[in-house]
Every structure is written in C-alpha cells, then in structure tokens.
C-alpha cells in the first residue's frame, strides 16, 4: 500500500492560546500558511464552513501531488478558512480540487517544477454572480474578496494538503505573484461570443470551474481597430523564444479584453475563427529558439512534427483547439497571454452543492 | 505498486529534497536516489557522458545493497 492508497489522515485539534498573533507565529513556525495572516481554522469556524456542502467531511476529494495528501472534504474547508473564505466559498474549492488532481492539468510537474506554473481558476456561470467575483475591471488584481480568497485557498490546498513547500518539492526558481491567488470569473455579459464552459459542453445555467497550469501573465496593449492587423500582433507577441509551450507543445491562453473581443466581433470573427488565426499566425521559426532548446524541441515533438529543422514553423500548441480563448476584464486596450507550463491541459469542473 | 525490479531514482543536488521527500509520501522512504551535481544544463555531451562514466558503478552499487527495492 502507497501513500496514493492510505486512509485520509482524521483531522488534528491542536490547542493553542486564543491569540491572533500567536496562532499566527504558529502558523509561519510550522509552515502552514503562505506568509500572509491566516484566519484560525478553530472548531466552529470549520463547521460553519462545513455548512457549505451536502458531501461528508470525511469524502476524498482528490490526492494532491507532489506528496498525495488526502485532500477530504474537511482540510479543504480548514484551507478555505485559513485563506478567509466562507460556506459559499466551498463548492467551488472542492469542484477546483477535484479539478487540479485529473491527469491532464498534470499537477505533480506544475508543483515540482522550476518553472513559476501554477494553477489559475476561472468562474463560468451564475454561481460568479452568486459570489459577486470579479470579471471586469481588475479582474486579476487585488480588492475583490472573493476573486482573492478562492485563489489563495486552492493554493493554500495545494501546499498543505499536496505538500508543495517552497524549497523543498515545490522547486521554482522564483515562482510568481499568481502563487499566492489567481483567480477571475469570464465576463461573460461583455462576451461577443458564448463563454467557455458552454464551449466543453456545460450549460449556460450551469457553473463550472476551469484550472490552467499559467506560468504568468503577458500584457498585451494594442490600440489598433482593425481586426486581421490586431490578431497578427496578438499572435506575434504569443511567440517568444524562451516559451516552454513552444518546446512540448502546451496549451496557453489569451484573455481578451472586451474591447479587443469587440473589434473581432465587428469584423464577423467568431471565437474559432480568431483561435484559429492566432495559431496558425503564432507559428515560430524552430531556429529562434536557443541551440540547445531547439534540441529539446526537436527530441520533445518529434512524435508530433516528424523531422524538425530550423526552419521548421513550430505552432504553440499541437493543435487549435488547444489554444484557450475567454473574454475577461474592464474597458481598455489589454488583453492577456497566458503562457503555460506546456506540459499541461486545462480542466474544466461542474460545481455542485 | 512493486514490480519486483531492482529500481532506484537519479537527481541532481538542487532535486534531492524533493526526491527523497516524494520517495517517503509514495510510500518508499527507502527508495535509493543516487545524487549528482547540479546543474545538469550548461554541460556538453562529451561532459555528461564523463559524469555517466564517473557515477555509473556506485549506481550499480546502489541497487545492488540490501536497501534496493528488489523482489
């Protein structure tokens, strides 16, 4: 028997002084929180949070790589607490880590990695207005509650309940901001097109969580209104040398601001119609990569290209479809590239109650 | 799962952490991980055939003792 099949570890009371500060000094000793304040997880804390689901607190949910942590219904509402979630929260955290654990987001290498991968949520569906999170302005920045208190608890899971320690078997050379939160729900009212989870077949009254394994964020100002002009300089800003979606071939995203989605939709483009000619637009010259990451290149998707040479235009993903699209944020010229750590595939979860 | 062979892990220095604290939440705390110099990047092949060279008989060694996971 391995750690993949152990009973889930019962949960632990530990009695402590009832003091902010001091339980907080505890957390950092023992390394249980993510340098932030937590909220102590006590007792009656963790049965309020415990209201928000109809499943048992002792279901397994899902085994957290890199350690395979039982995560059950009750650690992750004692993360959801830490991170200063509430009951309504809850859904969505179990649905998200159901999420992370299924085999294509690949969570053992986005955890152990030197690269700064982690894992970005995004809300589709009524339950983002339920929860009031943020699809428009700022979305992936700070002042929305719930927007920062989802992310920081899934990776508050991701630590604790994966044991993903900084230094020890989570390796990244410097990490990112996102490790800390990340997490937006599509706007999907300012959206010229259907949102992504109706796209992977859910319903539009349904609400589902999607997991990407972002390597970070690329800003992408564009003032330009015509349309074919404004996919080519999207899709030459997605091609960069040092990409590791380039090297295995990943599965990033484009986050497009409404007014950019607008101009696309003015011009008669669907959202297939744009992913197609941002791949095909994004193809990159093998030879642009490094001597030695153009070898990897060749070794790594070999199975998908055949025989590459320098001159050999390789696409960002192995095909279209791999490429996400989803229109988020407020009024401006932004978009966003989400680079990923290659190796990885979104998921897309239903959350229920 | 055993699979009844002899196995053993390779990682290098910046790895070992990881390495040896994964072995332990796979159930394997006895797993042997053999440890070579990081980093592994910056060297040629005709260097890394030449650590291959240097290491290969303690790797034999290693799960060759009592503590490899053998049948």
């Known amino acids: 028997m391995n750690a993949r099949q152990t ?17 907080n000094r505890l957390y950092r000793e023992r390394r249980w929180g993510d340098g932030l304040p937590v909220i102590p997880p006590t007792r009656e804390r963790v ?46 955290l179990i649905a998200a880590t159901a999420a992370i654990a299924e085999q294509p987001l690949n969570l053992q290498g986005i955890q152990a990695t030197t690269n700064p991968a982690t894992a970005l949520l995004i809300i589709n569906g009524p339950i983002a207005a339920t929860l009031e999170l943020n699809s428009g302005l700022n979305c992936l920045g700070q002042g929305n509650w719930g927007n920062a208190v989802l992310g920081r608890a899934l990776h508050l899971i ?62 992408m100002l564009c003032h330009e209104k015509d349309a074919n002009d404004l996919l ?26 409404p007014e950019h989605a607008e ?8 959202k297939e119609h744009v992913r197609l000619q941002l791949w095909e637009q994004s193809k990159m010259k093998a030879s642009r990569r490094s001597i030695k990451d153009y070898a990897r290149t060749r070794d790594a998707r070999a199975a998908e290209l055949g025989d590459i040479g320098p001159d050999t235009l390789l696409p ?32 897309t979860r239903l959350i229920e109650p | 799962m055993k699979r009844q062979r002899p196995s053993l892990s390779i990682a290098t220095t910046a790895f070992q952490v990881l390495a040896r604290t994964q072995a332990a939440a796979l159930g394997q705390p006895g797993l042997p991980v053999a440890i070579i110099p990081h980093p592994l990047g910056p060297r040629s092949r005709a260097e890394l055939r030449d650590m291959v060279a240097e290491h290969l008989p303690a790797l034999v060694a290693l799960v060759s003792e009592d503590k490899a996971i053998k049948p």
């Open chain 1, 47 to 92: 049965e309020r949070m415990l209201s928000g689901t109809q499943r048992a607190p002792d279901e397994v949910i899902a085994r957290i790589a890199p350690g395979f942590g039982a995560a059950t219904v009750h650690l992750i509402a004692v993360n959801a607490v830490l991170a200063g979630c509430e009951a309504q929260h809850l859904p969505v």
């Open chain 1, 316 to 347: 960002v993903s192995p095909t279209p479809a791999d490429l996400g699209i989803l229109v988020a944020g407020g009024p401006g010229t932004h978009s966003v590239y989400i680079p990923t750590f290659g190796n990885t595939r979104s998921v």
């Open chain 1, 232 to 257: 080519r300089v999207m899709a030459d800003s997605i091609a960069y040398p040092t990409s590791n979606d380039y090297w295995c071939g990943g599965a990033p995203w484009v986050m497009l601001g």
């Open chain 1, 158 to 219: 991701m630590q604790n309940i994966g044991r993903a320690l900084p230094g020890e078997m989570d390796r990244a050379t410097q990490g990112q901001p996102g490790k800390f939160t990340f997490c937006c729900a599509e706007n999907e009212a300012a959206s010229p097109w259907p949102p992504l989870h109706v796209d992977k077949g859910f319903r539009p009254d349904q609400s589902t969580v999607t997991v990407v394994g972002a390597s970070g964020t690329l800003n």
């Open chain 1, 7 to 23: 009973p889930a570890a019962p949960p632990v009371l530990i009695e402590v002084d009832d003091d902010i500060e001091a339980i």
């Open chain 1, 263 to 270: 101009i696309f939709a003015q011009a008669g483009m669907d």
